[in-house]
């Protein structure tokens, strides 16, 4: 009971902790991508898949590995902070990084649409794609290796008992009665008494 007890505890707090560093995240997201630019001229909007990361490409590797980087690590974070809001210890790997990445795409279309209305923004299916992948790499480098670690913690890390120690402790008990008093046949008895044999006349 005090383990379920501490159990419950932490994962409310985790859920806490992860609820507030998600919202946190989104506005710092929000106040990124949804700002109006003051620029000159805009480019189209890209709906060819991997189109925008060869023009990236073209700029040279210094520029590429930028703007790729940029797209990679912008929701990269939801890949740790969504599994830690949900809180769940006890969850297949897969099926978290399936929730996780789907949330997470879902969350960079929304961005690509919601910046059709703001000036300056403009529509890139790549950035829709380097969002996600950011997400399923932050996801696999940090939540498994948490959760298993939580795990441990929270189930406690005691070492194994050893071998007979439970039955001994056990049979000891049972010997004993209230008080700590031995039972009577845990007394020691002495050596049996033996009858000699009497030889009877005929």
Same mark, same amino acid.
């Given at each position: 009971?005090?383990?379920? %007890?501490?159990?419950?505890?932490?994962?409310?707090?985790?859920?806490?902790? %992860?609820?507030?560093?998600?919202?946190?995240?989104?506005?710092?997201?929000?106040?990124?991508?949804? *700002? #109006?630019?003051?620029?000159?001229?805009?480019?189209?909007?890209?709906?060819?898949?991997?189109?925008?990361?060869?023009?990236?490409?073209?700029?040279?590797?210094?520029?590429?590995?930028?703007?790729?980087?940029?797209?990679?690590? =912008?929701?990269?974070? =939801?890949?740790?902070? =969504? #599994?830690?809001?949900?809180?769940?210890?006890?969850?297949?790997?897969?099926?978290?990084?399936?929730?996780?990445?789907?949330?997470?795409?879902?969350?960079?279309?929304?961005?690509?649409?919601?910046?059709?209305?703001?000036?300056?923004?403009?529509?890139?299916?790549?950035?829709?794609?380097?969002?996600?992948?950011?997400?399923? =790499?932050?996801?696999?480098?940090?939540?498994?290796?948490? *959760?298993?670690?939580?795990?441990?913690?929270?189930? %406690?890390?005691?070492?194994?008992?050893?071998?007979?120690?439970?039955?001994?402790?056990?049979?000891? %008990?049972?010997?004993?009665?209230?008080?700590?008093?031995?039972?009577?046949?845990?007394?020691?008895?002495?050596?049996? #008494?033996?009858?000699?044999?009497?030889?009877?006349? #005929?």
């Amino acid at each position: 009971m005090q383990r379920q %007890g501490s159990g419950g505890s932490a994962a409310i707090r985790y859920r806490v902790a %992860g609820l507030v560093l998600l919202f946190v995240h989104l506005v710092l997201v929000g106040w990124l991508t949804l *700002r #109006p630019l003051d620029v000159m001229w805009v480019t189209a909007a890209n709906l060819e898949p991997l189109a925008g990361i060869k023009a990236d490409l073209a700029l040279g590797p210094a520029q590429a590995a930028r703007r790729i980087a940029e797209g990679l690590l =912008l929701l990269a974070p =939801l890949g740790v902070l =969504l #599994p830690l809001a949900d809180a769940r210890l006890d969850v297949s790997p897969w099926a978290s990084l399936a929730r996780t990445v789907s949330a997470g795409a879902l969350v960079s279309l929304g961005i690509e649409l919601l910046q059709t209305a703001v000036p300056g923004r403009v529509v890139d299916v790549d950035a829709v794609l380097l969002n996600t992948v950011g997400v399923a =790499l932050a996801h696999l480098a940090v939540v498994p290796a948490w *959760r298993a670690r939580i795990r441990r913690r929270v189930r %406690g890390g005691g070492g194994p008992a050893a071998p007979g120690s439970a039955d001994r402790r056990s049979v000891a %008990g049972r010997r004993r009665g209230r008080g700590g008093t031995l039972l009577r046949e845990d007394v020691p008895q002495g050596a049996t #008494p033996t009858i000699p044999r009497v030889g009877i006349a #005929p």
